[in-house]
Nanobody, 122 residues
Framework: QVQLVESGGGLVQPGGSLRLSCAAS????????LGWFRQAPGKEREFVAV????????RYADSVKGRFTIFRDVPKNTVELQMNSLKPEDTDVYYC???????????????WGQGTQVTVSS
């Protein structure tokens, strides 16, 4: 079993920055890729970014490339998402997930965090 706990959401103005963090625990948690997805009310949960077990490989959704960066601290087993140049359309609940190698489909996620709200508004 893997537990994922997110933190760092909040309210930010357009053009601002926010950093999300996710702590993974559980005996097998270090064996998974870790990623971020987001979901707005009434919409499908969508892929944002994923990082490999070693932290050496990363993938991003086209909508966030160049603005968001995913990091992984392997010894601490945490994953962070640095979000810059935020737009109102980035407003969503952001979920941390653990899954297979560089997974990008929500169906490929094995475990989910509880989610953290990000609101981009003036």
């Amino acid at each position: 079993q893997v537990q994922l706990v997110e933190s760092g959401g909040g309210l930010v103005q357009p053009g601002g920055s926010l950093r999300l963090s996710c702590a993974a625990s559980g005996r097998t948690s270090s064996g998974y890729s870790l990623g971020w997805f987001r979901q707005a009310p009434g919409k499908e949960r969508e892929f944002v970014a994923v990082i490999s077990r070693s932290g050496s490989l990363k993938r991003y959704a086209d909508s966030v490339k160049g603005r968001f960066t995913i990091f992984r601290d392997v010894p601490k087993n945490t994953v962070e998402l640095q979000m810059n140049s935020l737009k109102p359309e980035d407003t969503d609940v952001y979920y941390c997930a653990a899954g297979g190698n560089l997974f990008q489909q929500k169906s490929e996620a094995h475990y989910w965090g509880q989610g953290t709200q990000v609101t981009v508004s003036s």
